[in-house]
């Protein structure tokens, strides 16, 4: 039997790391834009997308960053656009979803329970992310909750649902598939969905790929033949978990938003770089990566 095509997501710069980190994290819309369509060009068939401020490459909900670089990212590729709804920690819901309601995009991100969050100190092994346990992660505890309650759940849902735009639905860890769940059994939202199962980010759980056979196990036994999967692993379980999530017919997320490094200790020069790799091993594994048509089949997008 043939294998399902594999979904490459590009997630390009994100809200977690800073341009301090890696002179690769694109942060102008000029160079949001120019890794995006070479992500595309890469294979990416969506392209996962936050903005940024030109200025300091600080967070931006504000829709008119993102009006900096979208039009060029369409007019470039067939890529399908997938506005994030996750903002920074510190943005309402209501700020959050403004840029999702502005574009109406094919597909947006719907965070599906609240939780720590950080990004792995540890985990990245890299010498130029210092951190201070006391300082960093005690004393500023509360500015690392990420806030998704299910009124905040079902307030993006309900002023997202006339424009048709298909979810991401990022679960951290199990419980956040439950959360899904239960929103769907009171009409939150229809089969089939598209679930990101994201590990090793710190307040979620763990990258071991025990963890994403539970994960799927739990989804499989919820949501039946209903949804659609993705694996994102933070930091450097990027490459490893999205292979075997290829190995196992499900897609992968790749992208310097989810992890700065092209292997152990080295940093990745672009986002471009990243999708050529793991389409790379997908395809000699044995797999075809989806092109942007055959993911909108695939995931039901309005297109
Ligand atoms: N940064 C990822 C771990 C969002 O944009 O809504 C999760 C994410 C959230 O992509
Ligand atoms: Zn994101």
């Known amino acids: 039997m043939a294998k399902q095509k594999t979904i490459i997501t590009c997630a390009i710069t994100g809200a977690i790391h800073t341009p301090t980190m890696s002179d690769a994290l694109p942060y102008t819309p000029d ?9 595309a060009e890469a294979g990416a068939s969506i392209l996962h997308l936050h903005a940024r401020r030109p200025t300091d490459g600080g967070v931006s909900i504000d829709p008119k960053d993102f009006s900096a670089f979208l039009p060029r990212i369409k007019q470039a590729t067939n890529a399908v656009i997938n ?8 943005n309402t819901i209501e700020e959050r979803i403004a840029p999702a309601l502005a574009f109406s995009p094919e597909m947006c991100s719907m965070n599906m329970g609240s939780m720590n969050f950080s990004f792995h100190p540890l985990a990245q092994r890299y010498e130029a992310f210092k951190f201070d346990w006391e300082k960093d992660y005690i004393a500023n505890s509360d500015t690392y909750i990420f806030r998704n309650t299910f009124a905040d759940i079902g307030n993006a849902a309900t002023q ?8 991401e639905h990022e679960c951290y860890d199990v419980g956040h598939l439950y959360n ?13 969905i598209f679930i990101q199962f994201i590990f090793g980010i710190l307040g979620g759980i763990g990258p071991e790929v025990d963890n994403l056979i539970f994960m799927k196990r739990t989804a499989d036994r919820l949501f039946g033949k209903d949804y659609r999967w993705s694996v ?18 499900g897609n992968v997320r790749v992208g310097l938003e989810d992890s700065l490094f092209i292997e152990r200790g080295k940093l990745a020069t ?24 055959e993911a909108r089949e695939i995931l039901a997008l309005k297109g």
């Open 232 to 249: 994102l692993g933070a930091g450097g379980a990027q490459m490893s978990l999205a292979s075997t999530a290829s190995q196992m017919g």
């Open 83 to 90: 506005i994030s709804t996750g903002g920074s920690l510190k």
């Open 160 to 167: 997202l649902a006339p424009h048709g735009t298909k979810f």
């Open 270 to 293: 672009s986002n471009a770089q990243q999708v050529a790799k793991i389409r790379r091993i997908v395809e000699d594994l044995g797999c075809t990566v989806a092109s942007p048509e």
């Open 180 to 192: 899904l769940k239960f929103c769907m059994d009171i009409g939150l939202f229809k089969a089939p």
């Open 31 to 39: 160079d949001i834009a120019r890794q995006a369509i070479d992500a």
